[in-house]
């Protein structure tokens, strides 16, 4: 029964794996660059893995979130820039998500843009307030799982298979090393978004994690990630098989639809509709979960996603006023697609911020005891955070030399 | 001084990626942005021959591929050029506002022969493999 439960678990975990920053990125950079780039993709989910895994395992021994363990370690003041930071790209990347979510309305049901941003708003509040978290979960990355669809029309558009086996390769095969670049940071800040850390890490302390549950919490990190990952390899390689060869730049969330219509057809189409619904607006949940995580975790607010409003009134209310933000950012009529190229871009930016806090936590004795990072843990960590300090100076600069990948 | 020099030539560079002067690479870009645009307009139109969409989709996504070729079609023929180009990028204006044109077209979802008909003169015009 219980390992019922742990794949179930693990299932919403792959179906949940997938939000607008991966469909926009893996898709775009296949149509550019084919299948050069899928070793960055594996670079980024080992790197979410090492960094979700700390997170766990600090939240597990010592009782603390990401936030908790960030105001701790770095103070109130350079807490604070780190919080705001954080809070800046948790919102942009929340309402390029619920844009997501009403441009997939729209290319389901064919109404009014404006009415279904305020539709998924509403929608998304009430399955907030009303819904078990556990039923979220569930019913949120099930549906994200019809994104498997896009392994099969990637099978379907017959790829060369040499070329995507050299892919996992790192290569460089083109003049424009910028946008290479480019698309690689992108691709890397797609795999490691924070919030799914700061939401991670949080749930794990709402769900009473104790050091005995580390196995469950590696074996979450490394399965639900890595097979998620796969998704990430499936959307590229659709993007290299059919966009690049018929020269497409896929622009729209429904150029990316498109990418299963044109193998599967009507089938396929509704299915990577549903899928991206699913997987968008689970991420539009987490997200906002985890803007109010943040704030409450850092200011010792009560918090928490499975108590009522009214015990913790100020997480409510965060939530709450989230929304209203992300409502009122996508109302100004951004395109959530390229809305989400800065969000991911800028995320790549503040991610040492708390990545750094929590490996140096992960590493402190006195907090971890017998659980502090073993010697792999840290020539990972150790790694990750050269990796991440290289992408999150880079980043800007090849945003403004490649015009956010329009070369 | 310098700071101000820096941020002039920041703003100059940022002018000349969006909407400044049309160049040669500019209208490189945009020709290869009209161009996708064409063709991913093709494959819409194949699947609306073969009765493998939905209406709904396709009402809305040739649209959006419709609106964002009638505004280059619009951006191309209005924006400033360097002269040794300028017919090249007018002409690549009307080439988009024809292509936005034929995405009208399958926008309405229309029947098979008209809807191979759409498919062939996108992939015409795209110049599509």
Known sequence: MKIFKIALGILAAIGGFVDIGDLVFNVAAGAIFGYQLLWVVVVGVVGIIVYSEMCGRVAAVSNKAVFDAVRERVGFRAGLVTLVAAQVVNLMTLAAEVGGVAICLRLLSGLPYRWLILAAIVGLGIVVWVVSFEW???????????????????????????????????????????????????????????????????????EG???????????????????GGFFSFALMIVGGALFLEQGIQPDFLGSIALGAEVPIGEVGLLLALIGILFAVGGASIDTLFAGAYNLAQFFGWEWGRYRHASGAPRFTLTWMVLLGLALAIVMTGVDPVQLTEYAVIFSVVALPLTYLPILLVANDRAYMGKYVNGRVSNVLGVAYLVVILAVSLTAIPLMIITNVGQG | MRRAALLAALVAALAACNGGTVDQHALKQDSEAVDSLACEGALLANDVGKGSTTHNFVEVHAGELAQRASNFADALSERPTLPAIEREVRAEARKAGAIAGLLDQVKKYPNRPVAESLRDRLEKRGGCS
Request: charged share 15%.
């Open chain 1, 209 to 227: 994690w104790k050091p005995k549950d580390l196995g469950l919490n590696r074996a979450n990190a490394i399965i639900g990630y890595s097979l």
């Open chain 1, 136 to 206: 979220i979960e569930r019913i949120f990355g099930y549906g994200g799982l019809c994104l498997l669809v896009f392994a099969v029309a990637a099978v379907k558009l017959h790829p060369d298979w040499g070329a995507v086996a050299h892919g996992y390769v790192p290569h460089m095969d083109t003049e424009d090393t910028a946008l290479y670049l480019f698309f690689a940071v992108g691709l890397l800040g797609a795999a490691m978004t924070p919030y799914e850390v700061y939401f991670y890490s949080s749930g794990g302390v709402e």
